[in-house]
């Protein structure tokens, strides 16, 4: 005689499908480990390659500034900074003025503060400074990222 499927006598008791409360905090906290992991070994990678680009755009200003002084045949003033490499200057020298400009647009430094540009330059010794504030925004300490470096 053979027993039908259906028989609650013999049927097996399904277990309830899905994870329980301790299967999910172990997998949780595995993953929160292997994210403390990553941000770990990513940051300092961050922080140089902020300050390699900060680097690479200052190279890019200054030769800029070095074909505005070509054509020009002095740098652009205090008053008018780095906006010179964009917009033409008002008066005679006008005509001199490359058309396009001397660079595509003025960037900020990676961490989104403006590029400073003083002249003369006393810390480059030069006849100007160009430079990000670094990572802090401040001007004028250790940690900023110009052409003297």
């Keep these: 005689m053979t027993q039908?499927?259906?028989?609650p006598k013999?049927?097996?008791p399904t277990k309830d499908s899905g994870f329980s409360l301790v299967e999910l905090l172990v997998?949780?906290?595995i993953m929160a480990l292997l994210a403390t992991a990553v941000v770990i070994s990513v940051g300092p990678v961050l922080g140089k390659s902020r300050i390699d680009r900060a680097r690479s755009d200052i190279a890019?200003?200054?030769?800029g500034?070095?074909?505005?002084?070509?054509?020009m045949f002095n740098y652009p003033g205090a008053d008018t900074g780095l906006a010179a490499l964009?917009?033409?200057p008002s008066g005679a020298k006008a005509d001199q003025y490359r058309p396009s400009g001397y660079i595509k647009r003025?960037?900020?430094d990676p961490w989104g503060n403006d590029y400073h540009y003083t002249v003369p330059g006393p810390r480059s010794g030069g006849a100007y400074?160009?430079?990000?504030?670094?990572?802090?925004?401040?001007?004028?300490?250790?940690d900023d990222i110009g052409n003297w470096n």
Excluded: C, H, I, M
């Design 4 to 7: 039908a499927k259906d028989d």
């Design 10 to 12: 013999t049927a097996r």
């Design 106 to 108: 003025v960037q900020q």
């Design 86 to 88: 964009k917009t033409p």
């Design 60 to 63: 890019a200003l200054e030769s």
């Design 65 to 71: 500034l070095e074909q505005y002084s070509f054509d």
């Design 129 to 142: 400074d160009v430079f990000s504030a670094g990572p802090d925004g401040e001007p004028g300490n250790e």
């Design 27 to 29: 997998t949780v906290s």
